[in-house]
């Protein structure tokens, strides 16, 4: 019945250590076989991406930015949905009052106030590309497609998120990407609202889609889809929101997961 599956990236498709291990290509390769469409999306630019497109053949858009930004796999754009000017500044000064650090994302460009600071060396290993270093965001406002709050103090960024949707509500949409981030991104940037443009654009029923994740922001690709799996290493919450659930993202989850939910061989 499935038709496409749509995953997550980190802590889905890849391990802990960002690695695509041979078994999740060659369950990607079983879709193409079995004629269901493989699609990816994910809080990383899409330039973050572009090492998948080959290893996994993907043809389907790519949503980055939790569907910020739409690409074709050569990373040529379809569509932008970037934040409201006038909002940009706002959402930084609640991010700052958690004293989290602001990370902004302004095409294909991403800006950080120190290059020392938590998170980025990691994520500048994950994505492959560099940022800006721009002590002074006031510049930047025009075309920003994603905002992030960083901190390793857990509860300060689940606060955050609270405070942003409190705050902004329908303007913006904001959502943990990783326990140590919250991504503010435009209302419509979404990845439920990624499920149901896939499903315009390829023809494809919601019902006939499965979506995979482990965060809350993949719970609202969960409700959008006929069949949402939950990793293993997802929190409570996110597993009880899916209708299954599969090992860990370091225990070949994502690979298990199709064979037994997907392609029903389970």
Partial sequence: MIELLIADVDGTLVTHDKVLTERARLAVRKLHDASIAFAVTSGRPPRGMSMLVEPLAITTPIAGFNGGLFVHPDMSPIEVKALPADIVPQVMRVIEERRLDVWVYQGSEWFVRKVDAPHVAREQWTVRF???????????????VKIVGVSDDLPAVEACERDLRERFGDRVSAARSQPYYVDVTHPSA????????????????AEKIATIGDMPNDVLMFARSGLSIAMGNASPDVQRAARRVTGSNN????????ERFVLGKG
């Avoid at 560099?130 to 920003?144: C, E, I, R």
């Avoid at 149901?196 to 029923?205: D, E, F, V």
């Avoid at 225990?251 to 298990?256: N, S, T």
């Fill in 251 to 258: 225990e070949e989850g994502f690979a298990d997961a199709v």
């Fill in 190 to 205: 979404n990845k439920g609202a990624v499920v149901q443009y896939l499903s315009q654009r390829l023809g494809i029923p």
């Fill in 130 to 144: 560099p940022p800006t270093v721009a002590p002074d965001f006031s510049g930047v406002s025009d075309g920003v």
